[in-house]
């Protein structure tokens, strides 16, 4: 690989061990998937922060004892504590102790205790076109989609690896060629019904997923769909897919046309969409099917966290009602904040909203053990939990999820 004299300092200690040790795994990683050289990066979102066993943070801490510090601004992604609400996560004293020293691990080497899955929801947002190290499905898939900034999806300690040099390998997104669409979905013959639904999103996202494989897809006759549309739409299809960039046309930055899309070349392929074409995608965020009427055990929305627009419609929806089984709200402290400046989190709080900051309900021990029946509106949510949590979910619109929560049973319109 060629690398500049900067980069043979930091290998050579310039810097500590610590930033030796992150410049040797770049590089070799980098030589593994092929780049010839590395290039520089303006920021970087963590995602190994979440603590999954002890190697991961005895190789945070071994990074803290060389010095490391982050060479750009880097936030965090969730952890597996809710700092915020004391008592919210079931993990055992030893997993506990392990998660924080995780934690700390990462603000010692100076990363932003931002702790949420929506970055772009607390302030970052790099510029179309800048070059990242983003890690996290959702979050890459929304930084490259909606804000055009450039990132490959990079994995746990990889991640940490980048912030520290400042360096990622010159491969796949930061690439303008591979940015480019090569799969045209033609949505005209959805219904406007159906495209306004909040369900439309997360149900586009889980076929994508799907369908797409390694092509770039545009979607032509999405009309304007809103951040929140689109991030619903990029988390389903990463979860069910590996789906790190789409394209909306005449919506998101880099497809004011079609032919900026494809960059000028012909699609490689077709697909007119149909709901009879979707109905397969959706009946699979369900993963039990139940009646009207039947007994749930929890609700559970804000996977990725919800925004504070999306908090404002949970109280809309909600209407001062008071839920029978815990409705869990998953957002960022920084959304959080913003709407206890309007009264809105004490008046959730009231209604029995359980809400939950820094983590999720799927990446560490919140819901009640034992299983049961789950309601959710999350694409993200209802993939993961099963497997997760040992819970079953029905997936619904986020009205029937608050409508479910205040009855204690399931509710479809």
């Known amino acids: 690989m060629r690398l500049t004299p900067n980069d043979h300092d930091l290998i050579a200690g310039c810097r500590g061990e610590g930033a030796a040790v992150a410049m040797r795994i770049l590089v070799e990683a980098a030589r593994l998937l092929g780049a ?3 290039l520089d990066i303006s920021s970087a979102h963590i995602d190994g922060c979440l603590y999954h ?6 190789f945070a801490e071994k990074l803290v004892a060389g010095q490391a510090k982050v060479a750009v601004p880097t936030t965090l992604n969730v952890g597996s504590l809710d700092l915020l609400h004391g008592g919210r996560v079931r993990l055992a004293a030893v997993e506990r102790d392990m998660a924080q020293r995780m934690m700390s691990a990462h603000l010692a080497m100076g990363c932003q205790p931002t702790w949420t899955c929506a970055p772009y929801q607390a302030g ?3 510029a179309l076109g800048q070059d990242v190290a983003w890690g996290e499905s959702n979050a890459v898939a929304f930084c490259n989609s909606v804000l055009g900034a450039r990132t490959n999806r990079y994995g746990d300690f990889l991640d940490i690896c980048a912030a520290i040099t400042g360096r990622a390998p010159r491969i796949g997104l930061h690439l303008t060629p591979r940015r480019r669409a090569t799969l045209l979905i033609d949505a ?9 639904e909040d369900v439309a999103y997360p149900i586009l996202g889980t076929w ?3 369908e797409a494989g390694g092509s770039i897809a545009a979607f032509a006759g999405l009309g304007q769909a809103n951040e929140d549309q689109l991030k619903a739409l990029g988390a389903a299809a990463a979860a069910s897919g590996s789906v790190a960039l789409f394209h909306v046309i005449g919506v998101t930055p880099e497809a004011a046309t079609q032919d900026m899309a494809f960059g000028g070349q012909p699609p490689e392929r077709v697909i ?8 397969d995608a959706r009946a ?3 993963s039990v099917r139940l009646s009207v009427g039947d007994p749930i055990d929890a609700v559970a929305i804000g996977s990725p966290h919800l925004s504070v627009p999306e908090l404002r419609l949970l109280d809309k929806a909600l209407r001062n009602r008071r839920c029978k089984v815990p409705l869990y709200a998953c957002a960022s402290r920084h959304s959080l904040k913003a709407i206890a400046k309007e009264g809105i989190e004490e008046r959730l709080m ?3 909203v359980v809400f939950i900051a820094d983590t999720c309900i799927v990446v560490t021990p919140i819901l009640p053990a034992g299983g049961g029946i789950l309601v959710t509106n999350s694409g993200k949510f209802a993939h993961y939990t099963p497997a997760n949590t040992g819970y079953d979910v029905v997936f619904a619109s986020l009205q029937d999820c608050v409508d479910s929560a205040v009855a204690g049973r399931l509710q479809l319109r």
């Open 350 to 352: 009231n209604c029995d």
């Open 188 to 196: 005209t013959g959805l219904s406007r019904q159906f495209i306004e």
């Open 272 to 279: 007119a969409l149909s709901e009879t074409i979707l109905s």
């Open 284 to 286: 699979s965020l369900s």
């Open 53 to 58: 066993g002890d190697s991961g943070v005895l």
């Open 124 to 126: 970052h947002r790099p």
């Open 36 to 38: 010839e050289d590395l």
């Open 208 to 210: 994508l997923g799907r």
